[in-house]
Nanobody, 124 residues
Framework: QVQLVESGGGLVQPGGSLRLSCKAS????????IAWFRQAPGKEREGVAR????????AYAASVKDRFTISGDNAKNTVYLQMSSLKPEDTAVYYC?????????????????WGQGTQVTVSS
């Protein structure tokens, strides 16, 4: 069974940076996609960024493009989300999730294994 553990959340001022980590274990295939999602209070969960295991192709939501960077370290089985120029509207619980196989999607229903989430709060 795939297990995902997020870390790195916290409180940061507007304009600041944070790096989230998602440590993964239990994969039975080398082909999968890992994505970051976020959910703010009273809002639906939204996809933020994704990266594929094989060719490391990435994709981003328009709201975070050019501010967030997703990357992976195969040796550590960890995917990172580097967040810069943070805004109060980035405040949310951030989750990582994985799919079965390579997918080109940032939709909730296409991901089957989820971490427990880490809180990011952007406030002065």
């Amino acid at each position: 069974q795939v297990q995902l553990v997020e870390s790195g959340g916290g409180l940061v001022q507007p304009g600041g940076s944070l790096r989230l980590s998602c440590k993964a274990s239990g994969f039975t295939s080398t082909f999968y996609t890992i994505a970051w999602f976020r959910q703010a209070p009273g809002k639906e969960r939204e996809g933020v960024a994704r990266i594929s295991s094989s060719n490391r192709i990435t994709a981003y939501a328009a709201s975070v493009k050019d501010r967030f960077t997703i990357s992976g370290d195969n040796a550590k089985n960890t995917v990172y989300l580097q967040m810069s120029s943070l805004k109060p509207e980035d405040t949310a619980v951030y989750y990582c999730a994985t799919s079965r196989g390579i997918i080109l999607s940032l939709s909730n229903q296409d991901y089957c294994d989820w971490g427990q989430g880490t809180q990011v709060t952007v406030s002065s």
